[in-house]
C-alpha cells in the first residue's frame, strides 16, 4: 500500500500501489482481484506474525496459568513483543527503541528516587510525571529531527506512541500511590508485551497484571473472535485502498472527492483499529466488564457506526479511540482541568499531536478538532438553554426536564443539523490526511473547499459566546 507516512493510524507496510489502478476502467471483479486481493497479500506477513505469536502467548498462558511463575510470564510477554520488533525493517529503528525502553527504566527510578527530596512548593512543576513527559519529548523530538532519517522515524513512531503512553500512565499511577515501582521484569513485560507493541491500543499497568492475576478462559469462542476482527480489518483495508476510490470517481464533485478522501483515511484507521483488536483478544485480553463471561470476546477500540454517522464532534473523539481517549482524559486533561475547560481540551490536543510525532498536519487536525468540538459543544449547551430544547452533545441520563425533549421534532431537526456540520467537519479536517497534502499544503487543501469549517467555527462563536 502506498502511504507517505507511517502513524499509528496509518501502520501499513508500503508493498502496493493502489494509485496505479486506473479505476474507471476497471470492473468490480477487476478491483477486487487487481488491487483487493493484492492488498490483503501485502500485509499478510504482518498479520500473521502479529496474530500468531498473539495466539501462542494466549495459549501458553491459558494452558499453564495455575504453574506460570509471575516473572516467567512477564518474561514471555516481553520476548514475544521483542520478536515482533526485530521484524522491523530498520535496524537504526530496534537500536532507537531498546534504547528508548533502557532509559526510561533508569529515568522512572530516577525521578522516583528524586521526588523525595524535592519540597512541597516545586512538586506541581518538578513532579515525576511531568519529568518524564518532557524527557519523552525531548527524545522524540531528537530521533525526529537529528538522531533518525524520515523513513526510519516514520517506521517506529508508532511503536514510540504507545511506548510513551504507557511510560506516562505508569508515572502518574506511581505518583499517584495507585501502584508501586514495578520490578524490572514486570516493567519489560508491560512495555513490550506483544497484544499491543505494534498497533495499540494502550493499556494501563493494573489492566496488564490482571491478564496474570485472572486469566481470561479460552475457548472455540477466543478463536473465532479473533478470525472475525481479522476479517473485519481486512474489510476496511479494502474499501480504505480499493473501494473509495472505485465508488466516488475522482470526476465527482468537489465534495464527494473530498468525502472520499476523508472516508479513505478513516477506513484506513477502522483497519488499524480492528486488527489491534484481534492481537489483544489474541493474547487474552478482552474488556473488563465482560472479562469473566466466557461467551463473549471483545476488546472495544473504536465504533465506526458512531463516527460515520456522528451525532457531534465529541462523539467522534471519544470513539475515534476509545483506549487513548481513556488515556488522555484521566493523564492530560483532568490535570490541566484546573486551569478551565477550554485551555485543558487545546492542552489535551497539544499532547496528543506530540504522540503522534509532531507531524504538521496532524497536529492542525487535532487543534482544529478540538476548537470546532469545544465551540459546537458550546453552541449545544446554549441553543438547549435559550430555547429549552434537548439537543446537548448527552441526552439527559435522568428525567428530562427540558419542554422539548429528544424525539421532539424539533429537538430531531436540530440533532439533524448538528450532524450534518458534524460531517462536514469530518471532511474538512479529513483530506489533510491525504498523500497529496503533502504535495499542495495544508493550505491548499483548505482553500479548494473555500475554508468552510472555518466559517462554522465562527458562526458557532458568534452564537454561543456574543
Same mark, same amino acid.
Given at each position: 500500500?502506498?502511504?507517505?507516512?507511517?502513524?499509528?493510524?496509518?501502520?501499513?507496510?508500503?508493498?502496493?500501489?493502489?494509485?496505479?489502478?486506473?479505476?474507471?476502467?476497471?470492473?468490480?471483479?477487476?478491483?477486487?482481484?487487481?488491487?483487493?486481493?493484492?492488498?490483503?497479500?501485502?500485509?499478510?506477513?504482518?498479520?500473521?506474525?502479529?496474530?500468531?505469536?498473539?495466539?501462542?502467548?494466549?495459549?501458553?498462558? #491459558?494452558?499453564?496459568?495455575? =504453574?506460570?511463575?509471575?516473572? +516467567?510470564?512477564?518474561? !514471555? *510477554?516481553? $520476548? @514475544?513483543?521483542?520478536?515482533? &520488533?526485530?521484524?522491523? #525493517?530498520?535496524?537504526?529503528? =530496534?537500536?532507537?527503541?531498546? +534504547?528508548?525502553?533502557? !532509559? *526510561?527504566? $533508569? @529515568?522512572?527510578?530516577?525521578? &522516583?528516587?528524586?521526588?523525595?527530596?524535592?519540597?512541597?512548593?516545586?512538586?506541581?512543576? +518538578?513532579?515525576?510525571?511531568?519529568?518524564?513527559? @518532557?524527557?519523552?519529548?525531548?527524545?522524540?523530538?531528537?530521533?525526529?529531527?537529528?538522531?533518525?532519517?524520515?523513513?526510519?522515524?516514520?517506521?517506529?513512531?508508532?511503536?514510540?506512541?504507545?511506548?510513551?503512553?504507557?511510560?506516562?500512565?505508569?508515572?502518574?499511577?506511581?505518583?499517584?500511590?495507585?501502584?508501586?515501582?514495578?520490578?524490572?521484569?514486570?516493567?519489560?513485560?508491560?512495555?513490550?508485551?506483544?497484544?499491543?507493541?505494534?498497533?495499540?491500543?494502550?493499556?494501563?499497568?493494573?489492566?496488564?497484571?490482571?491478564?496474570?492475576?485472572?486469566?481470561?478462559?479460552?475457548?472455540?469462542?477466543?478463536?473465532?473472535?479473533?478470525?472475525?476482527?481479522?476479517?473485519?480489518?481486512?474489510?476496511?483495508?479494502?474499501?480504505?485502498?480499493?473501494?473509495?476510490?472505485?465508488?466516488?470517481?475522482?470526476?465527482?464533485?468537489?465534495?464527494?472527492?473530498?468525502?472520499?478522501?476523508?472516508?479513505?483515511?478513516?477506513?484506513?484507521?477502522?483497519?488499524?483499529?480492528?486488527?489491534?483488536?484481534?492481537?489483544?483478544?489474541?493474547?487474552?485480553?478482552?474488556?473488563?466488564?465482560?472479562?469473566?463471561?466466557?461467551?463473549?470476546?471483545?476488546?472495544?477500540?473504536?465504533?465506526?457506526?458512531?463516527?460515520?454517522?456522528?451525532?457531534?464532534?465529541?462523539?467522534?473523539?471519544?470513539?475515534?479511540?476509545?483506549?487513548?481517549?481513556?488515556?488522555?482524559?484521566?493523564?492530560?486533561?483532568?490535570?490541566?482541568?484546573?486551569?478551565?475547560?477550554?485551555?485543558?481540551?487545546?492542552?489535551?490536543?497539544?499532547?496528543?499531536?506530540?504522540?503522534?510525532?509532531?507531524?504538521?498536519?496532524?497536529?492542525?487536525?487535532?487543534?482544529?478538532?478540538?476548537?470546532?468540538?469545544?465551540?459546537?459543544?458550546?453552541?449545544?449547551?446554549?441553543?438547549?438553554?435559550?430555547?429549552?430544547?434537548?439537543?446537548?452533545?448527552?441526552?439527559?441520563?435522568?428525567?428530562?426536564?427540558?419542554?422539548?425533549?429528544?424525539?421532539?421534532?424539533?429537538?430531531?431537526?436540530?440533532?439533524?443539523?448538528?450532524?450534518?456540520?458534524?460531517?462536514?467537519?469530518?471532511?474538512?479536517?479529513?483530506?489533510?490526511?491525504?498523500?497529496?497534502?503533502?504535495?499542495?499544503?495544508?493550505?491548499?487543501?483548505?482553500?479548494?473547499?473555500?475554508?468552510?469549517?472555518?466559517?462554522?467555527?465562527?458562526?458557532?462563536?458568534?452564537?454561543?459566546?456574543?
Amino acid at each position: 500500500m502506498n502511504i507517505d507516512e507511517y502513524d499509528y493510524d496509518l501502520y501499513i507496510d508500503k508493498y502496493y500501489n493502489p494509485d496505479a489502478i486506473n479505476y474507471d476502467e476497471e470492473t468490480f471483479f477487476d478491483v477486487l482481484v487487481n488491487c483487493a486481493l493484492l492488498s490483503i497479500q501485502s500485509i499478510l506477513p504482518i498479520l500473521s506474525r502479529l496474530i500468531c505469536t498473539n495466539l501462542c502467548f494466549g495459549v501458553l498462558t #491459558s494452558v499453564f496459568s495455575d =504453574k506460570l511463575p509471575q516473572q +516467567l510470564f512477564h518474561s !514471555l *510477554s516481553g $520476548i @514475544c513483543g521483542i520478536y515482533l &520488533v526485530l521484524t522491523l #525493517s530498520s535496524a537504526q529503528g =530496534k537500536v532507537m527503541i531498546l +534504547l528508548l525502553f533502557g !532509559l *526510561s527504566y $533508569i @529515568c522512572i527510578k530516577f525521578t &522516583v528516587i528524586i521526588q523525595r527530596f524535592i519540597r512541597p512548593m516545586l512538586y506541581p512543576y +518538578l513532579s515525576s510525571s511531568n519529568l518524564v513527559k @518532557c524527557a519523552l519529548i525531548a527524545f522524540s523530538i531528537l530521533c525526529q529531527h537529528k538522531f533518525l532519517d524520515q523513513e526510519t522515524w516514520m517506521e517506529i513512531r508508532g511503536i514510540v506512541m504507545i511506548f510513551s503512553m504507557k511510560m506516562i500512565s505508569l508515572v502518574d499511577d506511581i505518583e499517584r500511590e495507585s501502584i508501586i515501582l514495578p520490578s524490572f521484569t514486570n516493567f519489560f513485560g508491560y512495555i513490550f508485551s506483544s497484544a499491543n507493541i505494534l498497533f495499540g491500543p494502550w493499556i494501563s499497568f493494573q489492566d496488564y497484571m490482571h491478564l496474570y492475576r485472572q486469566p481470561t478462559k479460552k475457548n472455540i469462542l477466543w478463536v473465532l473472535s479473533t478470525i472475525k476482527q481479522v476479517f473485519i480489518s481486512l474489510l476496511f483495508l479494502i474499501i480504505s485502498n480499493c473501494f473509495a476510490t472505485y465508488l466516488i470517481s475522482d470526476e465527482s464533485n468537489l465534495l464527494l472527492v473530498s468525502y472520499r478522501e476523508a472516508l479513505s483515511f478513516r477506513n484506513s484507521h477502522y483497519f488499524i483499529s480492528f486488527l489491534s483488536e484481534a492481537s489483544m483478544l489474541a493474547a487474552g485480553f478482552k474488556n473488563s466488564k465482560i472479562w469473566k463471561n466466557d461467551h463473549e470476546w471483545r476488546y472495544i477500540v473504536t465504533d465506526p457506526i458512531k463516527i460515520e454517522f456522528p451525532t457531534a464532534l465529541a462523539i467522534v473523539v471519544t470513539y475515534w479511540n476509545k483506549p487513548m481517549h481513556d488515556f488522555l482524559k484521566k493523564y492530560v486533561y483532568r490535570a490541566w482541568l484546573p486551569l478551565g475547560r477550554f485551555p485543558a481540551i487545546l492542552l489535551t490536543f497539544a499532547i496528543s499531536s506530540f504522540l503522534h510525532g509532531f507531524e504538521p498536519k496532524v497536529s492542525v487536525v487535532l487543534l482544529s478538532l478540538g476548537v470546532f468540538s469545544y465551540l459546537q459543544y458550546a453552541l449545544r449547551d446554549f441553543v438547549s438553554k435559550a430555547f429549552n430544547v434537548c439537543v446537548r452533545v448527552y441526552p439527559c441520563t435522568r428525567v428530562c426536564c427540558h419542554r422539548y425533549k429528544r424525539n421532539d421534532i424539533r429537538s430531531r431537526t436540530l440533532q439533524i443539523l448538528f450532524s450534518i456540520t458534524t460531517v462536514l467537519h469530518l471532511i474538512f479536517l479529513g483530506v489533510l490526511m491525504d498523500s497529496s497534502t503533502d504535495e499542495i499544503g495544508i493550505f491548499e487543501k483548505w482553500r479548494n473547499l473555500y475554508f468552510y469549517s472555518i466559517w462554522i467555527m465562527f458562526v458557532d462563536l458568534l452564537i454561543a459566546f456574543l
